[in-house]
């Protein structure tokens, strides 16, 4: 299940393995992505944390990671073509896999409903 931040970050846990992105609401209130960084293989970082940062024509905006543990992945296929990040791929554009150290950080955020309600 996905489950959403109030900062638009989105989380899929499978296993231990939590593969985070931002929502296409997010996507579409930045505009044009100019900029992307993502975060280092390797790097343990705990919820919260300011892991990476999108650039628009708009505004700059730090991306939080969502749980804490381990980044294991990240999408560097992304940097290749910032067009590709639209609010219709957001889902697919992932940022980056953390290997989630407890399970229970995502107790607090938002199921889908739940998410599309407060962006309403």
């Known amino acids: 299940m996905i489950k959403y931040s109030e900062d638009h970050e989105w989380i899929d846990l499978n296993d231990d393995t939590g593969t985070v ?11 044009d992505i100019v900029f992307v960084e993502l975060p280092d293989v390797g790097i343990n970082v705990d919820k919260g944390d300011a892991v990476a940062v999108f650039e628009s024509v708009k505004a700059a905006s730090d991306i939080y990671s969502p ?3 381990e980044i294991i992945e990240v999408n560097t ?3 290749d073509d910032l067009t590709a990040i639209t609010p219709e791929a957001a889902m697919d554009c992932w940022l980056f896999k953390v290997k989630v150290s407890d399970a229970s950080d995502l107790d607090d955020m938002m199921d889908d409903a739940a998410y599309k309600a407060m962006i309403a």
């Open 77 to 79: 296929a992304l940097l």
């Open 21 to 31: 992105g931002i929502s296409p609401h997010a996507i579409e209130q930045l505009g």
């Open 67 to 69: 749980a804490s543990g």
